[in-house]
């Protein structure tokens, strides 16, 4: 049976907590034994909803041992992996506390707020033989699933051109505004658009450079509306576009849209659309099982039959960061080109 401490119960740490406890109900051998947050309120129910949707507030948090300091839950508890759902300012720190201690990590993404704090947590996995992987859900997530293998099949030839979109509401629900402010989140290019800087490292690789043109929109934070343009030696038009300062009733929209020598695959509004150049286009079947509950449950996997982790290495995982770096820099600089360190 592996055991999982969980840390934060905000509106990530719920969905986590949620598909724990259907892998436990399907009979797969693990089980949450230990839940931490600062804010002692969660424990009694009292959550703010979220921008996807609201995981489920009707959890019995009352099965779980409850703590409010994370180092007394790592002394006090014999764990198989820990679960960080935390404000990423704190990513880095406690990855290597629990690794030290011979425990497993998931750490949710962004891996941390520098290239510096995500090497720190590499070296602490290989010293401690143990196994890290980041959150990098979209890897997981059934329709980004379908365009890698496009991508990497081959079978609508190669790629002429990408555009990624992430956006939606200001993300007033965290604890203390945490999402929002820079000190804590690194802004929107950290917390938002790192879902598809990693995406366009995970299809494509690293480009040679990028161009970002960014503004900030909400009070203390940064880069709340991104665009960038990713440089790449076959000349292919790669873009994303991230908004997290939409109002009104626009909602959450994540979608993208490639195009191939011989076809093109759009999704958005949830609905995937494969696209081929002679024939009929259609909707793929896709696993109905969300992203979040197949990444923990790779993950899981990994640690009990002792399997490495391939769908998201730390490493690759810190090259999205670098890339995360190379645009804020490029942001700075008015969108001038910079090249991936």
């Known amino acids: 049976m592996l055991k999982v401490g969980l840390v934060g119960l905000g509106f990530m740490g719920r969905m986590h907590l949620t598909n724990y406890r259907r892998l436990e109900q399907e ?56 679960d960080i759902a935390m404000p990423s300012n704190l990513h880095a720190d406690m990855t290597v506390k629990a690794l030290d201690r011979g425990v497993h990590v998931l750490c949710e993404k962004p891996m941390a707020l ?39 099949g081959g079978r609508y030839g190669q790629v002429l051109s990408a555009h990624f979109f992430r956006g939606g509401h200001p993300p007033k629900w965290t604890y203390k505004d945490w999402m929002v402010r820079k000190e804590t989140s690194g802004g929107g290019l950290f917390d938002l658009h790192i879902h598809d800087i990693d995406m366009v490292n995970w299809l494509f690789g690293a480009p040679q450079s990028v161009s970002t043109l960014a503004r900030d929109v909400l009070p203390g934070s ?54 081929p150049m002679d024939g009929k286009g259609f909707v793929p079947e896709l696993s109905a099982d969300s992203g979040y509950y197949r990444e923990i449950k790779y993950y899981a996997e990994a640690i009990l039959y002792d399997r490495p982790i391939e769908r998201a290495t730390s490493e690759h995982t810190l090259q999205t960061l670098a890339i995360a770096e190379a645009e804020a820099r490029s942001a700075t600089s008015g969108g001038e080109l910079v090249d991936i360190a």
């Open 27 to 82: 009979g797969f051998p693990i089980r949450v034994v230990a839940i931490c947050d600062v804010d002692e309120k969660k424990f009694r129910g009292i959550f703010t909803e979220g921008n996807i949707g609201n995981p489920d507030n009707g959890l019995d948090l009352s099965v779980y041992k409850h703590y409010t300091d994370y180092d007394r839950m790592l002394a006090e508890e014999e764990l198989d992996i820990v």
């Open 114 to 152: 520098s290239t510096a704090e995500g090497r720190l947590m590499i070296e602490a996995e290989k010293r401690s033989g143990k196994k890290l992987m980041i959150a990098q859900v979209l890897r997981f997530w059934p329709e980004y699933e379908y365009l890698k293998e496009t991508v990497a």
């Open 222 to 275: 940064s880069y709340d509306i991104i665009s960038t343009n990713y440089v790449y030696p076959d000349r292919k038009i790669v873009t994303t576009q991230c908004d997290r300062s939409l109002t009104g009733e626009f909602g959450f929209e994540m979608s993208y849209r490639i195009n191939f020598e011989r076809g093109n695959l759009l999704f958005e509004k949830r609905v995937l659309r494969d696209n």
